[in-house]
């Protein structure tokens, strides 16, 4: 099945800092999302972008579909970012989102 | 967000009992699907139905079963539950594959003793 591979796994940032998220993928994709899990354990959408770039507020992604690998900017970090961000995919041939392993982020006052 | 309610959200049972997970949307969206998430793994896919009494089975099958009678409900059973069966199950839905963004519930704790 399609691999996906997230980098960094853990990150710890003071407040007000910057970070960019990386996630590869081994094959072509129909769909990619990037989630933020909050502590309480709820999966909230931040990007449907299987390709192109978007923007909400201080978070932005950019994906690559021909270079299979999206990217997810954290500007201004905030102590409510913490949580863990995962990449999710869908291959060509199914329904199923693949999750990557995810990037553990705290964020220090 | 998107309407998606699970039930229960915690269950603590014992091993060989039956246990059934609901999910329900207020969204009349077509796909359902359940994942499990636990340690090292991620999310993986479970069961998932295309439509009313559609279903298929997803990477980690074996032990589960699902049915779907009406469009907002999408039930999870473990007809035995064993303790590998300990996880967090997390239901998602979509409206279309042309567009599969997937919205996904609160979850719902299980620890099988």
């Known amino acids: 099945g399609i691999q996906v591979e997230q980098s960094p796994p853990d990150l710890i940032l003071q407040e007000g800092a910057n970070s960019t998220l990386r996630c590869n993928f081994s094959d072509s994709v129909n769909n990619l999302q990037w989630f933020h899990q909050n502590p309480w354990g709820q999966l909230i959408n931040l990007f449907y972008?299987?390709?192109g770039t978007k923007q909400n507020g201080r978070l932005s992604a950019t994906t690559v579909a021909t270079e299979r690998y999206s990217l997810l900017y954290i500007s201004s970090s905030q102590t409510t970012d913490s949580g863990v961000y995962f990449c999710?995919?869908?291959?060509?041939?199914?329904?199923?989102?693949?999750f990557g392993k995810g990037t553990s982020l705290l964020v220090t006052p | 967000d998107a309407g998606i309610t699970q039930s229960p959200r915690h269950k603590v049972t014992e091993t060989g009992t039956p246990v059934t997970l609901r999910c329900h949307q207020t969204?009349?969206?077509?796909?359902m699907y359940w994942y499990r998430q636990d340690p090292g793994h991620g999310l993986r896919l479970i069961h998932y139905?295309?439509?009313?009494?559609?279903?298929d089975k997803g990477e980690v099958s074996d032990g589960y079963s699902v049915s779907r009678s009406k469009t907002e409900d999408f039930l999870l059973t473990l007809e035995s539950a064993t303790s590998s069966q300990t996880s967090v199950y997390f239901c998602a839905i979509s409206e279309s594959l042309a567009s599969n963004e997937q919205f996904f519930g609160p979850g719902t704790r299980l620890t099988v003793l």
């Open positions: 972008i299987p390709s």
């Open positions: 139905s295309y439509g009313v009494k559609d279903t």
């Open positions: 999710a995919v869908e291959a060509n041939s199914g329904y199923a989102l693949n």
């Open positions: 969204e009349n969206h077509r796909y």
